[in-house]
């Protein structure tokens, strides 16, 4: 009986299959393999459609991309009562909220119907005229949304969750060598003249994902010159490959998984291209990694290359001494995140040189060693500091263990961090909570701290904290902001 029968699905990687196969099994089919059983969240074994009475999706922005297998997947399951749970149901804009509409059904009518809700909500907003949008949202959201945040206060106005302190601590700092102000310089003038060229090329899918591209070698140049290079191109960040999207709507949807690949961003490339700023290379330096500009910036970075430091690790070195100090019996045991797995491999070998002990977690570690490097963490009083990737370790895990959190560069969806931050202010936590948040001064930096905060304010104006506004994703425009960083 459906009714008292429980499933979950989407907590290992054969029921993610499931879901992102769909009804009957069809990616299976499609690729020419063996017919796949029907799954049981669609179909019962006598072959009848499977109906629940109620279905519950966790992290349920993880669907936010309405042309996604797995978002089309949940679209189809049947269920009497559907509950999205996020702590994020808007990260780039009111877009975001559709798919959670559509999965709910009828009853949100007509904001279930992608057409009625382009019409009614996102044409306006796009028009300039967003304040009727919001406040249609803002309507339809007191009746279905029950929100609770750390700062809810029940009936007689005690907190409903009792948490320690926490304090986000922005540390913006100038360049500390004139060495590395100059390579940066040097990055960001080559990659707006790069970029200048890109616009013209009328490719508006190519245009794209390569000016994302420009932008990520800038945030590089402000971590550590020697990201500059190719090797630097190994580091996917766990990203989803831009050559599984081919439309520029799925390209918007999926900004911030492209946003975090560097490199080619999965484009086929048919003539030889500088690997840093793209640019394509004579036929006589076709074997070539790197354009001349490029590679006069990396003999600038190759300065920096074995275990010369940047200012970036020399203040994260500063700040692991300053909590060390803070009780050098027990010290307070500190997380330290960052999008670039190419970035904690630099990281890595200084930390172990100050003799702190350290475990690392990221996507290229098996399940098995993520499992080691966290009871490493938990139980090892001699651990003291968690390497660990932004995109791997911003959800899911329980990080109480550690009360200092070190942010080594921002991400523009401030959403994200905010997650990585409460990995270890939640519940459980005994000790005041520090975030801090490193960034270089006058860089990108300032601007994609500058765009967190619009995005950040649109997510609460559709939630109804404050007056209407129009709301953006990561656009091309907003890309070209962050590019005059």
Same mark, same amino acid.
């Given at each position: 009986?459906?009714?008292?029968?429980?499933?979950?699905?989407?907590?290992?990687?054969?029921?993610?299959?499931?879901?992102?196969?769909?009804?009957?099994?069809?990616?299976?089919?499609?690729?020419?393999?063996?017919?796949?059983?029907?799954?049981?969240?669609?179909?019962?074994?006598?072959?009848?459609?499977?109906?629940?009475?109620?279905?519950?999706?966790?992290?349920?922005?993880?669907?936010?991309?309405?042309?996604?297998?797995?978002?089309?997947?949940?679209?189809?399951?049947?269920?009497?009562?559907?509950?999205?749970?996020?702590?994020?149901?808007?990260?780039?804009?009111?877009?975001?909220?559709?798919?959670?509409?559509?999965?709910?059904?009828?009853?949100?009518?007509?904001?279930?119907?992608?057409?009625?809700?382009?019409?009614?909500?996102?044409?306006?907003?796009?028009?300039?005229?967003?304040?009727?949008?919001?406040?249609?949202?803002?309507?339809?959201?007191?009746?279905?949304?029950?929100?609770?945040?750390?700062?809810?206060?029940?009936?007689?106005?005690?907190?409903?969750?009792?948490?320690?302190?926490?304090?986000?601590?922005?540390?913006?700092?100038?360049?500390?060598?004139?060495?590395?102000?100059?390579?940066?310089?040097?990055?960001?003038?080559?990659?707006?003249?790069?970029?200048?060229?890109?616009?013209?090329?009328?490719?508006?899918?190519?245009?794209?994902?390569?000016?994302?591209?420009?932008?990520?070698?800038?945030?590089?140049?402000?971590?550590?010159?020697?990201?500059?290079?190719?090797?630097?191109?190994?580091?996917?960040?766990?990203?989803?490959?831009?050559?599984?999207?081919?439309?520029?709507?799925?390209?918007?949807?999926?900004?911030?998984?492209?946003?975090?690949?560097?490199?080619?961003?999965?484009?086929?490339?048919?003539?030889?291209?500088?690997?840093?700023?793209?640019?394509?290379?004579?036929?006589?330096?076709?074997?070539?990694?790197?354009?001349?500009?490029?590679?006069?910036?990396?003999?600038?970075?190759?300065?920096?290359?074995?275990?010369?430091?940047?200012?970036?690790?020399?203040?994260?070195?500063?700040?692991?001494?300053?909590? *060390?100090?803070? #009780?050098? %019996?027990?010290? /307070?045991? $500190? @997380?330290?995140?960052?999008?670039?797995?190419?970035? +904690?491999? !630099?990281?890595?070998?200084?930390?172990?040189?100050?003799?702190?002990?350290?475990?690392?977690?990221?996507?290229?570690?098996?399940?098995?060693?993520?499992?080691?490097?966290?009871?490493?963490?938990?139980?090892?009083?001699?651990?003291?500091?968690?390497?660990?990737?932004?995109?791997?370790?911003?959800?899911?895990?329980?990080?109480?263990?550690?009360?200092?959190?070190?942010?080594?560069?921002?991400?523009?969806?401030?959403?994200?961090?905010?997650?990585?931050?409460?990995?270890?202010?939640?519940?459980? *936590?005994?000790? #005041?909570? %520090?975030?801090? /948040?490193? $960034? @270089?001064?006058?860089?990108?930096?300032?601007?994609? +701290?500058? !765009?967190?905060?619009?995005?950040?304010?649109?997510?609460?104006?559709?939630?109804?904290?404050?007056?209407?506004?129009?709301?953006?994703?990561?656009?091309?425009?907003?890309?070209?902001?962050?590019?005059?960083?």
């Amino acid at each position: 009986n459906p009714k008292k029968a429980g499933r979950t699905a989407g907590g290992s990687s054969d029921d993610e299959a499931e879901l992102s196969d769909g009804p009957g099994g069809k990616k299976s089919q499609a690729k020419g393999k063996k017919k796949a059983k029907p799954c049981p969240l669609f179909t019962k074994e006598d072959g009848s459609p499977m109906r629940f009475w109620s279905i519950i999706l966790d992290e349920a922005h993880g669907i936010k991309n309405r042309n996604a297998q797995k978002t089309k997947a949940c679209f189809e399951l049947r269920g009497t009562y559907k509950w999205c749970l996020t702590g994020t149901p808007i990260q780039n804009g009111v877009e975001d909220l559709f798919p959670l509409l559509r999965f709910i059904g009828p009853s949100v009518k007509p904001f279930n119907d992608y057409a009625q809700f382009q019409e009614k909500i996102l044409k306006p907003m796009k028009s300039g005229n967003g304040k009727g949008a919001i406040f249609k949202i803002q309507a339809l959201l007191k009746i279905i949304l029950l929100r609770r945040s750390k700062e809810s206060r029940d009936k007689a106005g005690n907190p409903i969750l009792k948490l320690p302190g926490k304090e986000l601590i922005l540390l913006r700092i100038p360049f500390r060598t004139s060495e590395e102000s100059q390579f940066y310089q040097s990055v960001k003038e080559r990659m707006m003249n790069r970029m200048a060229k890109i616009s013209a090329s009328g490719d508006l899918q190519r245009s794209y994902m390569a000016k994302l591209t420009l932008l990520l070698r800038m945030r590089q140049a402000t971590l550590h010159p020697a990201l500059s290079s190719d090797k630097a191109d190994a580091d996917n960040l766990e990203a989803t490959d831009a050559k599984n999207t081919s439309t520029v709507e799925d390209l918007e949807d999926k900004v911030d998984e492209l946003a975090a690949q560097i490199g080619g961003m999965g484009v086929t490339q048919a003539q030889a291209k500088c690997v840093i700023c793209l640019e394509v290379l004579p036929a006589e330096a076709a074997d070539a990694a790197h354009c001349v500009g490029c590679a006069r910036q990396l003999r600038l970075a190759e300065t920096f290359d074995g275990m010369q430091s940047s200012t970036k690790v020399a203040r994260l070195l500063e700040l692991l001494d300053e909590i *060390q100090a803070e #009780d050098p %019996k027990t010290p /307070k045991k $500190t @997380i330290v995140f960052s999008q670039f797995t190419s970035f +904690l491999n !630099l990281i890595e070998p200084f930390i172990k040189k100050a003799s702190y002990g350290y475990t690392r977690y990221d996507g290229a570690k098996s399940a098995d060693e993520k499992t080691r490097a966290l009871d490493k963490i938990k139980s090892d009083p001699k651990c003291t500091v968690l390497l660990i990737s932004l995109k791997c370790g911003s959800v899911g895990l329980n990080l109480t263990c550690c009360s200092r959190v070190i942010l080594m560069d921002p991400w523009w969806n401030p959403s994200i961090e905010t997650q990585a931050f409460d990995r270890s202010h939640r519940f459980g *936590q005994r000790d #005041d909570v %520090k975030c801090y /948040k490193i $960034t @270089i001064a006058d860089t990108i930096e300032d601007r994609i +701290l500058e !765009l967190q905060e619009q995005k950040q304010s649109a997510a609460n104006q559709a939630l109804g904290t404050e007056a209407a506004k129009k709301m953006n994703k990561l656009s091309v425009a907003e890309i070209l902001y962050l590019l005059k960083g």
